[in-house]
């Protein structure tokens, strides 16, 4: 049974499931028409290599696919002048072996972002999000380069991936404008937690890249982002029935990362790790004596653990200096030893990742 709902339910279910505006769709119409558009200068002999358009080009293709102060896609989503700068490379095709590897990265850069209140013909007035730039890079198969089929192909195969990256960045955009315009400027607590320790010294434990990632990853930021993603990505795909999006599903890096959240367990991520011969033979060096694979472990991670506190007290005092708040403190007792460090996420990755499950297999309403 397939579930009927009006349009107006549907932009509130999509709120509720997602946390984002409805008026995310429009942008991200926006910025895959003008990467259409770059295709299209690249076959018209342009260089390819690295594309831009600043904030009044963004602006005019906006205008141009109904962007208005008085469009509900305006009044939910307020933002002027983002510039959108794209990267393109060709690659073999052998390079390409999912969808996901046309896209190579993207961000929301708010380096040059910033309140405004400006006033328009029709006399309204708003507080509008300026400048930002999205970054995208794009890698196009050398076959569809050599024959000049880019832009069909992009339409084809590789449109749903780049939207479902502008829907994943746009998300941060509504978050850092509601965050800004509440003066919450602080980045969330999560995103300190990331950065801490984040770059692992040489000979480290391969397993801490993981815990690391997995701790940005469970950030209702991050977590958001993800869902909207993969609700552009569905999209995209016209994913229809059920079976469809249950196959959609077992091919969804966010369908997986979800997944991992929510089956972490502290021992048996303790007991998985492996102690390389090159990482044990660093640390009995270091220390004078031979050791076990237990001891190694204990000290590599005492280790990993000891940085990333250092990092995370330095940001905290940076954030203390720059807006007058610290971030919280952690437990003592959480520090004290590995077991109990691993211990302090399990709770909190299995929420986030059964949130996030909950979210996603909600999304199924919307088709």
Same mark, same amino acid.
């Given at each position: 049974?397939?579930?009927?709902?009006?349009?107006?339910?549907?932009?509130?279910?999509?709120?509720?499931?997602?946390?984002?505006?409805?008026?995310?769709?429009?942008?991200?119409?926006?910025?895959?028409?003008?990467?259409?558009?770059?295709?299209?200068?690249?076959?018209?002999?342009?260089?390819?290599?690295?594309?831009?358009?600043?904030?009044?080009?963004?602006?005019?293709?906006?205008?141009?696919?109904?962007?208005?102060?008085?469009?509900?896609?305006?009044?939910?989503?307020?933002?002027?002048?983002?510039?959108?700068?794209?990267?393109?490379?060709?690659?073999?095709?052998?390079?390409?072996?999912?969808?996901?590897?046309?896209?190579?990265?993207?961000?929301?850069?708010?380096?040059?972002?910033?309140?405004?209140?400006?006033?328009?013909?029709?006399?309204?007035?708003?507080?509008?999000?300026?400048?930002?730039?999205?970054?995208?890079?794009?890698?196009?198969?050398?076959?569809?380069?050599?024959?000049?089929?880019?832009?069909?192909?992009?339409? =084809?195969? &590789? !449109?749903?991936?780049? $939207?479902?990256?502008? +829907?994943?960045?746009?998300?941060? *955009?509504?978050? %850092?404008? /509601?965050?800004?315009?509440?003066?919450?400027?602080?980045?969330?607590?999560?995103?300190?937690?990331?950065?801490?320790?984040?770059?692992?010294?040489?000979?480290?434990?391969?397993?801490?890249?993981?815990?690391?990632?997995?701790?940005?990853?469970?950030?209702?930021?991050?977590?958001?982002?993800?869902?909207?993603?993969?609700?552009?990505?569905?999209?995209? =795909?016209? &994913? !229809?029935?059920?079976? $469809?999006?249950?196959? +959609?599903?077992?091919?969804?890096? *966010?369908?997986? %990362?979800? /997944?991992?959240?929510?089956?972490?367990?502290?021992?048996?991520?303790?007991?998985?790790?492996?102690?390389?011969?090159?990482?044990?033979?660093?640390?009995?060096?270091?220390?004078?004596?031979?050791?076990?694979?237990?001891?190694?472990?204990?000290?590599?991670?005492?280790?990993?653990?000891?940085?990333?506190?250092?990092?995370?007290?330095?940001?905290?005092?940076?954030?203390? !200096?720059?807006?007058?708040?610290?971030?919280?403190?952690?437990?003592?007792?959480?520090?004290?030893?590995?077991? /109990?460090?691993?211990?302090?996420?399990?709770?909190?990755?299995?929420?986030?990742?059964?949130?996030?499950?909950?979210?996603?297999?909600?999304?199924?309403?919307?088709?």
């Amino acid at each position: 049974m397939k579930l009927i709902i009006t349009q107006k339910q549907s932009s509130k279910l999509i709120k509720e499931t997602m946390g984002v505006p409805k008026s995310v769709d429009f942008w991200v119409n926006v910025f895959s028409s003008l990467i259409e558009d770059s295709l299209l200068m690249l076959l018209d002999g342009g260089d390819g290599s690295s594309l831009s358009f600043d904030g009044n080009e963004v602006m005019e293709k906006a205008f141009s696919l109904g962007w208005s102060p008085d469009s509900s896609g305006f009044k939910e989503l307020p933002i002027v002048e983002p510039s959108l700068n794209i990267r393109l490379g060709v690659v073999s095709d052998e390079f390409i072996s999912t969808g996901d590897d046309y896209i190579q990265g993207g961000q929301f850069n708010t380096k040059n972002t910033g309140l405004s209140n400006i006033k328009f013909p029709n006399g309204k007035e708003s507080t509008v999000l300026t400048g930002g730039d999205i970054e995208i890079t794009l890698l196009i198969p050398e076959e569809h380069f050599d024959d000049g089929s880019i832009l069909e192909f992009f339409k =084809l195969d &590789i !449109k749903p991936y780049v $939207e479902s990256l502008f +829907f994943h960045e746009l998300t941060h *955009v509504v978050e %850092y404008y /509601n965050r800004i315009l509440s003066d919450q400027n602080v980045p969330g607590r999560e995103h300190m937690w990331l950065s801490a320790g984040r770059e692992s010294p040489k000979n480290h434990l391969e397993e801490w890249d993981h815990l690391i990632f997995l701790i940005y990853l469970h950030s209702s930021f991050e977590l958001n982002a993800r869902v909207s993603e993969i609700y552009g990505l569905m999209k995209g =795909l016209k &994913i !229809k029935t059920k079976k $469809e999006f249950a196959d +959609f599903l077992k091919s969804s890096r *966010v369908w997986s %990362y979800s /997944n991992d959240l929510n089956d972490f367990n502290a021992e048996k991520y303790y007991d998985d790790i492996v102690i390389t011969d090159e990482l044990k033979s660093v640390v009995e060096d270091r220390l004078g004596e031979s050791l076990s694979d237990d001891d190694v472990k204990e000290y590599a991670l005492t280790a990993l653990i000891g940085r990333w506190e250092e990092d995370y007290n330095e940001m905290s005092s940076e954030s203390d !200096k720059l807006y007058g708040t610290k971030l919280p403190k952690m437990r003592p007792s959480v520090l004290s030893s590995p077991t /109990n460090f691993i211990k302090f996420w399990e709770k909190r990755f299995n929420r986030a990742g059964n949130k996030a499950i909950r979210k996603i297999t909600k999304l199924y309403s919307l088709l």
